[in-house]
């Protein structure tokens, strides 16, 4: 824009902010009558607007080549895009500070804040689905407030025999039993690991801990179908083995599970009445 | 056949569009004023097509009619009615043709409404830009997002939607009140651009849809307090609000057009901020429609996968027509919308307006900074990351706690400028409010720096909206408590009644986990509740475990777990025990065994939340007087129209 285009851009925006205090004027009027203003606050800023008003008019009326061409004053726009820019970089400092690595079933913002006991739920859900990432990943989280939570301990001992990670497995079993000696889920894993490890030694004192279980007659039906397992393939005892599925199957196992146990109850009754 | 009618109605829609669009461009640029009228004409066929696709679906998910690809997708022949009626806006396809209905629905109220003015340019270009946004959503129906796809196969049963979608009723009103809100905004988003276009830039295209943007306001508002209300009541976690990117992408155009509603009051009254409320009614529009992207395209779950569906890049292109067009008129039309003036004051309404504008700018941009900060990670580096609650909490506090102190000071200020006497008599009301609230709150056990002083602040705000009802009342009648002021501050009144729910219940909410059998009791926070017994049964394939719990001196309460087949782990249903004072909130932490009678019990005690629910109520009863005209508000817009020199003699 020239220098002559430019002067007249600054009349013309002269003759607007006239034409606003003029409008303010007469809103100030309205406000008085309304009641928005009291006295003192109406003169005052009457007092004001007129000067303003005087003032621009006598700019306007000294006419264009006295005003100045020279592009408005800058400060105030570089004040703004120093305080935007500041603003920015602080929220970006925040928000790479408060974001981390997603985990499975997270949402990019925000979080449900949830019991420990919901957590677990969900993890085991996850296990139960062969996700076992995932659920390894909300355990790790439930440990991490909660290091001594029996159920995520069992969960994870699950987990990394799943894994064949046979020694953790048996670390975390040991640290439920040093809180709760007779903590008959734990006692349950551990009994089953160790009877499948091939060592006579380890293989005794699996069949300890499934006996210590049953000693307490749990209500699960697990440690009687993990002792079955011994008693048929590693001890020969069949009929104890017999004993301990028909004593499974009256605690309501899963429908398939039943299934199984039905049909090895058949098998060695067979084989008894064979050898018979 | 069913399939057919639907998608004839969405083709009839498309056309009616189409043409309508086709008809009011020529219109405008042939100057052929024929075609004005005409247009009306395509905009009635574009509701009829509209409605009669609508009806299909209904009728096809009532029905149980299988053959239609998204009836076997979301509905089974078990769903209650109620929620069969639901399913059309429980998934994508569906929930685009509620869109599109609802569009329909505003952009005939419009054209209805501005009848008589066709033949203006401005409202012609205005409904010319709302036919263009039917025109882009009848396209993803008629393609890429259509309703009406049939399976060569028919199933002997559907699938059903996500079972937290169907239990419980305020999923059939939640999504609809937050769609009206997004929706609405088109009719003042194509008014902005229609006075872009022409050039006519004074006040009068604000006054004309002020109604429009009060109305979609309200509903987004009430829209999201019943999103929090149901997730609250359903999702069995004992919160309402997580900033999960669903939320807050409803929350942003939330944000920009609660500003804009303050900022063009500045304009109306003072003609200041003109660039400013036109690029705020830009941005509210665009944020809805970013909003959809993100929650409709899959770009939530991974940027790699959004692409995998057709529909977000629509969405994306969609949004970046909407920027790139809104900053170019912007940039076209920047010289005439320049305001004369500027603010006299910080102390006067005008000037914390625009304190409260940069304000709600902030929030939104702190927001949105982190609702697509793990996407442009992701993006760039590949690495998936979350944004956690603490950074929405401590950036939002202190801007959240500064918006509630202005909204106690602005409404007692006057217009231009207010003298330190005045404002100093003037906020003795609200201030003793504050302090009494304060005090009140720590007499009963409120702690904490910042809760005791939002809680104060909330009082104030409350005080102040009361003061200005009182006043108005006093001069005017039971007529003080409607129009825009007496509208604005029972919402003011609103928004601190949801402060005061909010505070109380993050800050102050006590929790308890038990493992109890029938007849054992816990305790938490002052309440007793005992566990009397427990149903497990069967609900078609579907496992219920349901506890009777009793909770003293509120009765017994039936909070359930529900294992579906069909879906992974199993739903929590939370039961509350409400009352003025605090919620308590009763859930089952997980599914117990079969044949076991010991139940896993969370109990979380609330206060103050049903505030929340009554501060909704509020807001929308703010909504509903402020739309009703007051004649002293429509007297102050009546301008005079004198020359500048008598005007000028005349006040000197």
Redesign the interface.
């Known amino acids: 824009m020239t220098a002559s285009g430019r002067r007249i851009d600054q009349l013309a925006?002269l003759?607007?902010?006239?034409?606003?205090?003029?409008?303010?004027?007469?809103?100030?009027d309205?406000?008085i009558r309304?009641?928005?203003?009291?006295e003192?606050?109406y003169v005052?800023?009457r007092n004001?607007y007129?000067a303003r008003?005087?003032a621009v008019?006598k700019r306007i009326g000294e006419g264009v080549e006295t005003l100045d061409a020279a592009a408005a004053p800058q400060k105030s726009r570089l004040i703004y895009l120093g305080l935007i820019i500041t603003?920015?970089v602080m929220?970006?400092v925040?928000?790479a500070?408060?974001?981390?690595?997603?985990?499975p079933g997270?949402?990019?913002?925000?979080?449900?804040?949830?019991?420990?006991?919901?957590l677990?739920?969900?993890a085991e859900?996850f296990f139960l689905?062969g996700e076992f990432d995932s659920s390894r990943l909300v355990v790790e989280e439930i440990l991490r407030d909660t290091p001594d939570s029996f159920g995520a301990l069992l969960l994870s001992a699950r987990l990394h025999e799943e894994a064949q990670e046979i020694l953790e497995a048996i670390r975390q079993l040991d640290q439920i039993l040093e809180n709760d000696v007779n903590n008959l889920d734990a006692l349950t894993l551990r009994g089953w690991i160790l009877v499948r490890i091939d060592s006579p030694e380890l293989l005794e004192e699996g069949v300890r801990n499934l006996d210590r279980v049953i000693k307490n007659k749990p209500?699960?039906f697990d440690a009687y179908v993990f002792r079955g397992y011994v008693a048929r393939y590693v001890e020969k005892d069949l009929e104890r083995a017999v004993l301990m599925y028909e004593t499974a199957l009256s605690l309501?196992p899963p429908p398939a599970m039943a299934d199984q146990l039905r049909l090895f109850v058949t098998e060695m009754n067979d084989e008894v009445g064979m050898r018979d | 056949m069913t399939a057919s009618i639907g998608f004839l109605g969405i083709a009839l829609g498309l056309v009616g569009a189409s043409c309508g669009l086709i008809e009011i461009l020529l219109a405008l640029l042939v100057r052929k004023s024929s075609g004005f009228k005409r247009s009306l004409i395509w905009v009635a066929l574009m509701v009829f097509g509209c409605v009669i696709a609508v009806g299909a679906m209904e009728l096809a998910l009532l029905q149980n009619n299988f053959s239609l690809a998204y009836v076997a997708g979301n509905s089974t022949i078990e769903t209650p009615t109620i929620y069969k009626i639901a399913t059309l806006w429980g998934a994508l396809e569906g929930s685009l043709l509620l869109w599109a209905l609802l569009l329909c629905g505003y952009v005939a109220a419009a054209a209805w409404c501005f009848r008589t003015k066709i033949h203006d340019r401005l409202v012609a270009w205005s409904l010319a830009t709302m036919l263009a946004v039917c025109v882009f959503f009848f396209g993803l129906l008629i393609g890429p997002a259509s309703p009406f796809d049939t399976l060569t196969s028919v199933p002997l049963d559907g699938e059903g939607l996500n079972p937290l979608l169907r239990n419980h009723p305020l999923m059939a009103i939640h999504p609809v009140m937050l769609y009206l809100g997004y929706v609405g905004f088109t009719v003042p988003f194509a008014f902005a651009v229609g006075a872009l276009i022409t050039g006519r830039l004074g006040e009068g295209w604000l006054v004309a849809t002020r109604t429009w943007t009060l109305i979609a306001w309200g509903c987004l508002s009430i829209g999201i307090l019943l999103g929090a209300w149901w997730s609250y009541e359903v999702?069995g976690?004992?919160?309402y609000w997580?900033?999960?990117?669903v939320?807050?992408a409803s929350f942003l155009p939330w944000l920009t057009g609660t500003a804009f509603l303050h900022s063009v009051i500045v304009q109306e009254?003072?003609?200041m901020l003109r660039v400013w409320n036109l690029s705020l009614l830009l941005a509210t529009f665009a944020l809805t429609i970013f909003g959809t992207f993100l929650t409709r395209s899959g770009v939530?779950d991974s940027v790699h996968e959004f692409s995998a569906s057709s529909i977000g890049p629509l969405f994306l292109g969609f949004f970046a027509i909407i920027v790139v067009t809104s900053v170019f008129l912007i940039g076209w039309r920047g010289d005439r919308i320049?305001?004369?003036?500027s603010i006299?004051s910080p102390f006067s309404r005008e000037g914390t307006f625009l304190a409260n504008n940069f304000l709600f700018a902030?929030f939104a941009?702190?927001v949105l900074?982190?609702?697509i900060?793990?996407?442009l990670?992701e993006a760039v580096s590949n690495?998936?990351?979350?944004?956690?609650?603490?950074?929405?909490d401590?950036?939002l506090m202190p801007i959240g706690l500064a918006l509630l102190a202005l909204m106690s000071v602005s409404p007692m200020l006057?217009?231009?400028?207010?003298?330190f006497t005045?404002l100093a008599g003037k906020l003795l009301g609200p201030a003793a409010c504050g302090v009494g609230t304060m005090a009140l709150s720590i007499s009963l056990g409120a702690h904490g720096v910042w809760p005791v002083l939002g809680l104060g602040l909330g009082g104030s705000t409350l005080g102040s909206a009361a003061h200005q009802i009182l006043i108005g009342t006093r001069?005017h009648g039971w007529k003080g408590i409607i129009g825009r002021t007496g509208g604005g501050m029972i919402a003011h009144i609103g928004i601190a009644l949801i402060a005061f729910g909010f505070i109380a219940s993050t800050a102050f909410s006590e929790?308890g986990?038990f493992v109890l059998q029938p007849g054992d009791s816990a305790s938490v926070a002052g309440h007793e509740v005992t566990f009397v017994s427990v149903r497990d049964y069967f609900d078609g394939p579907n496992r219920v475990v349901s506890a009777q719990v009793k909770v003293e001196g509120r009765g017994t309460f039936a909070p359930a777990i529900t294992r579906y087949p069909t879906f992974?782990?199993?739903i929590?249903t939370p039961s509350v025990a409400t009352s003025w004072i605090d919620d308590v909130y009763l859930s089952l932490?997980?599914?117990p065994?079969?044949?076991?009678d010991r139940i896993?019990l969370?109990v979380l005690i609330k206060p103050l939340v049903v505030w929340m629910w009554m501060g909704g109520a509020l807001i929308g009863l703010g909504t509903l007087s402020a739309l009703i005209p007051n004649r002293?508000e429509l007297a102050?817009e009546e301008?005079?129209d004198s020359s500048?020199s008598e005007?000028?003699e005349a006040?000197?």
């Open positions: 925006r003759e607007e902010e006239r034409s606003f205090l003029l409008n303010s004027l007469d809103d100030l309205v406000e309304n009641g928005d203003l009291d003192h606050e005052t800023i004001d007129i008003v005087a008019s603003l920015g929220a970006g925040f928000v500070q408060y974001s981390g690595l997603r985990q997270e949402t990019i913002t925000g979080e449900i804040e949830k019991s420990p006991r919901a677990l739920a969900e859900n689905q209500k699960k309501d | 999702l976690w004992g919160g997580a900033w999960d990117p939320e807050n009254r003072r003609g939530i320049r305001s004369p003036g006299d902030l941009f702190v900074l982190g609702t900060f793990p996407l990670v690495e998936q990351i979350a944004v956690g609650r603490p950074y929405f401590r950036m006057s217009w231009r400028s207010t003298s005045t001069r929790e986990e992974g782990r199993p929590s932490a997980a599914i065994d079969e044949g076991m896993t969370r002293r102050k301008k005079e500048s005007r000028l006040k000197l």
